[in-house]
C-alpha cells in the first residue's frame, strides 16, 4: 500500500528556512502528481504547492517565490524547500500523492509534520 512519511518540520523564527521531506513507498510507477498541503488551526486545507510526473510544478500565489518543490526520482523522495518564511506559513504540513495527474483527487495523506514560525 501506498505509504507517505514526513520529515523536517520544527520551529524557526521569521526569515529563515526550512526543508521538508517525504519518502514515498508502496507502489512502481512514477505518472504521478505529487504535492504538499497544509493547514493551519481554524483554517481550511490549503494546497501549498505540486509536481506533476513530468516535472511542472505549481504554487500558492503565498507560498510563490519562496517555496521550491523537487523531487528525487530514484529515491522517490518528495521535498519542499521552505525560505523567508512568514509567522503565517506556521501549519501542519501533509505529503500528499494523488489518483493520477494533478487533476485528479487526493487520496494519499502522510501524517504530517508541524512547521511553526514565530515573529
Known amino acids: 500500500q501506498v505509504q507517505l512519511v514526513e520529515s523536517g518540520g520544527g520551529s524557526v523564527q521569521a526569515g529563515g528556512s526550512l526543508i521538508l521531506s517525504c519518502a514515498a513507498s508502496?507502489?512502481?510507477?512514477?505518472?504521478?502528481?505529487m504535492g504538499w498541503f497544509r493547514q493551519a488551526p481554524g483554517k481550511e486545507r490549503e494546497e501549498v504547492a505540486t509536481?506533476?510526473?513530468?516535472?511542472?510544478?505549481s504554487y500558492a500565489h503565498s507560498v510563490k517565490g519562496r517555496f521550491t518543490i523537487s523531487k528525487d526520482v530514484a529515491k522517490n523522495t518528495l521535498y519542499l524547500q521552505m525560505n523567508s518564511l512568514k509567522p503565517e506559513d506556521t501549519a501542519m504540513y501533509f505529503c500528499?500523492?494523488?489518483?493520477?495527474?494533478?487533476?485528479?483527487?487526493?487520496?494519499?495523506w502522510g501524517q504530517g509534520t508541524q512547521v511553526t514560525v514565530s515573529s
Open positions: 509536481r506533476e510526473y513530468d516535472a511542472t510544478t
Open positions: 500528499v500523492r494523488f489518483r493520477g495527474d494533478c487533476n485528479t483527487d487526493v487520496p494519499y
Open positions: 508502496g507502489y512502481t510507477y512514477s505518472s504521478y502528481c
